[in-house]
């Protein structure tokens, strides 16, 4: 752990994204009454005064240098998570006919992906209001980077994984002293199996959204990108899609941006949303004109984190895409895997799964007329592809 600095968060209160009742942010909250995900809102006013471009320049290369606008205290649960590398995919570019094309490597973050930014915050929060054990349902990467932020804040950590989860994961969560549950089933399975436990355990729900600040450590990558762009937001953003709390984070990001006066412009990226077809809900309620995505019978795919047959924050995710007047696309695992190979044979990044189907997504997109060559894209990379040993061979 270490001291937060002179920067103070102003967060004030939490809101419901459905009936924009408020809930006390100095309280322990789950989701609100209504079913809504509860979002955190700041004294964004108070915090323009410290949060500048010109005091940025002199803060720590990590996530926390936004404090202001994060859930932090005196303390926080970190290992330097966050301020991952952009970076400029000319070969990729050049071969797809895109002049600024990049990728977002958060495979660089701590413990191998992007979850490392949400736990550092949701376990800072948790700590600072008492909690003493954490459960949570994990594709893998989730639970790995819960384990270790636990364990940095001296929490016990439990994680249910589905029974097919590659041995990696599971061990990684081992090291780091969490106690490791395999379920016989997908991670909806393994959510009921912490929803059931709760009472009995004594444990808080870490699960995705039904706390309210994994989504607060997530919305940095959209801080970093205007950050890294020089202020500009890009013109088109391809993410890949599970539970979602990335897209929805970057989102909000944008507009707490244009209200603090860092960015240039009124303009926001479009949002590209990217599931497996083994598992595409959004993309079938996007395609459709729905509000709510209800959930996937059966769900395959090899990318274990688009493998999420029921999200909690559907309607968020949807409003986002259509705000953003955005796209839902849902790809392949043979081209996941083919899309794997062309990142790190072109650019040196050896991407998960997911990452893989971003650029499988914009392959599609250039094909269509979906983007222009003159737009500057980024793809997101949420991890590495290093835990997953069983990569199928794709045909290339």
Excluded at 44 to 57: F, G, H, N
Excluded at 79 to 92: K, N, Q, V
Excluded at 352 to 378: N, Q, Y
Aim: net charge negative; glycine share 12%.
């Amino acid at each position: 752990m270490k001291q937060a600095g002179s920067s103070v968060s102003t967060l004030e209160w939490l809101e419901c994204s459905r009936c924009h009742a408020a809930a006390d942010s100095g309280q322990l909250q789950s989701l609100c009454p209504c079913g809504g995900v509860l979002l955190a809102r700041y004294r964004l006013d108070e915090a323009s005064r410290s949060l500048t471009r010109e005091s940025l320049q002199g803060r720590a290369p990590d996530l926390w240098r936004y404090a202001e606008v994060l859930p932090g205290f005196e303390e926080v649960v970190s290992l330097g998570e966050g301020m991952t590398p952009l970076h400029p995919a000319r070969f990729l570019g050049q071969a797809l006919g895109l002049k600024e094309l990049y990728i977002k490597d958060e495979s660089l973050n701590p413990t191998g992906s992007f979850k490392a930014r949400g736990m550092s915050t949701a376990l800072t929060m948790a700590r600072k209001l008492g909690v003493k054990r954490v459960a949570l349902p994990s594709a893998g990467n989730a639970g790995g980077a819960a384990a270790a932020y636990g364990a940095l804040a001296g929490l016990a950590v439990d994680v249910f994984l589905p029974m097919d989860t590659p041995e990696p994961f599971r061990f990684e969560a081992e090291a780091y002293g969490a106690r490791v549950h395999m379920v016989d089933g997908d991670i909806s399975d393994c959510g009921v199996r912490v929803r059931e436990g709760k009472e009995s355990e004594g444990w808080m729900d870490l699960s995705t959204l039904k706390e309210p600040y994994r989504l607060e450590g997530k919305k940095t990558m959209g801080y970093e990108l205007a950050e890294q762009f020089g202020w500009e937001l890009p013109e088109v953003i391809v993410y890949p899609t599970g539970g979602g709390t990335g897209l929805v984070g970057m989102w909000k990001a944008f507009e707490e941006l244009k209200q603090l006066g860092l960015v240039k412009g009124e303009h926001r990226p479009r949002m590209v949303s990217v599931q497996a077809a083994g598992c595409a809900l959004i993309v079938r309620a996007f395609e459709a004109g729905e509000t709510r995505a209800g959930s996937w019978e059966n769900p395959v795919t090899y990318a274990r984190g688009l493998r999420v047959p029921k999200a909690i924050g559907d309607s968020l995710m949807l409003q986002t895409l259509r705000e953003s007047q955005g796209a839902a696309l849902a790809v392949t695992d043979d081209e996941m895997a083919r899309a794997q190979l062309e990142m790190a044979r072109g650019e040196g990044i050896f991407a998960c799964p997911e990452g893989g189907a971003t650029l499988a997504a914009l392959r599609r997109l250039v094909d269509e007329g979906e983007v222009g060559p003159e737009e500057r894209i980024v793809l997101f990379n949420t991890g590495t592809g290093l835990k997953y040993p069983d990569i199928p061979a794709p045909r290339v």
